[in-house]
């Protein structure tokens, strides 16, 4: 089997009758790892170097004119014509919808989790990545220190509304995991581990959101999914 598109003149398919992953290990990254890893999908990854700049190259810009992280491609999309799709949100929509895993069937409980994955996207993901940028990389040096704690509020606010929602369950949508938690669990990561921000957003004060981080991260599809993209591009069975 052949692929024809623009990307695999840069990272051909070792396995082009599998699902590729484009990605690196950031916290919008693993969420498609993750995914794929707890739906037992056939998929080959190949790591975007996003600090070589590889997400501005013309192969991958021609799957994701956005020029980010992950993109997929899956040769048997819908209909069974190929699909080149990016956002992270949207390509967990589309797994759950096509392998029928972690996301409910009841219309009702489906727009419920597909609210809380916008929220993500919209919310968490950003202020957190703010959180990071001036409290770990360039804006750590600014003296004016207004924008990084106007973004650690924001942040404990969003954890606070995270715990809240946590207080008397253990999954974002009760007692079943959903991509509702997939989306979150490497941006919670990720803020009180690589960005450092842990006393930043007094993140012991939510101790709801910190045992449902500690459940999810102890689940062993979440960890594959965290290295998917960490060393190689690796073809997963």
Do not use: C
């Not at 739906?39 to 070589?52: G, L, N, V």
């Not at 489906?110 to 950003?126: A, C, F, H, K």
């Not at 220190?145 to 008397?168: H, I």
């Not at 919670?188 to 842990?198: D, H, K, Q, T």
């Amino acid at each position: 089997m052949t692929i024809d598109h623009p990307i695999f003149t840069r990272w051909p398919a070792q396995y082009p009758d599998r699902l590729q992953l484009f990605s690196t290990p950031t916290p919008n990254g693993v969420k498609v790892g993750i995914m794929l890893e707890e739906t037992s999908f056939a998929y080959e990854s190949h790591r975007i170097d996003i600090m070589a700049n590889e997400a501005r190259d013309p192969a991958f810009l021609a799957l994701n004119p956005n020029g980010k992280i992950p993109a997929i491609y899956d040769p048997d999309g819908p209909s069974g014509t190929p699909l080149a799709l990016f956002e992270s949100g949207a390509i967990l929509l589309y797994l759950a919808d096509k392998t029928g895993q972690f996301i409910s069937a009841d219309p009702n409980t489906r727009y419920e989790t597909i609210q809380w994955v916008m929220w993500q996207m919209g919310g968490v993901g950003p202020m957190f990545g703010q959180v990071g940028f001036f409290n770990k990389f360039a804006g750590k040096a600014y003296e004016d220190k207004r924008p990084r704690d106007r973004y650690a509020a924001e942040s404990a606010r969003l954890l606070g509304v995270l715990d809240e929602r946590l207080a008397d369950r253990d999954w974002v949508m009760g007692a079943d995991y959903s991509i509702a938690d997939i989306s979150l669990l490497g941006r919670v990561r990720n803020l009180i581990g690589f960005y450092e921000a842990r006393d930043l957003v007094g993140f012991n004060r939510f101790l709801h959101v910190q045992a449902w981080l500690d459940r999810g991260l102890a689940r062993p599809a979440v960890q594959r999914g965290l290295e998917v993209t960490a060393l190689t591009e690796e073809s997963r069975l």
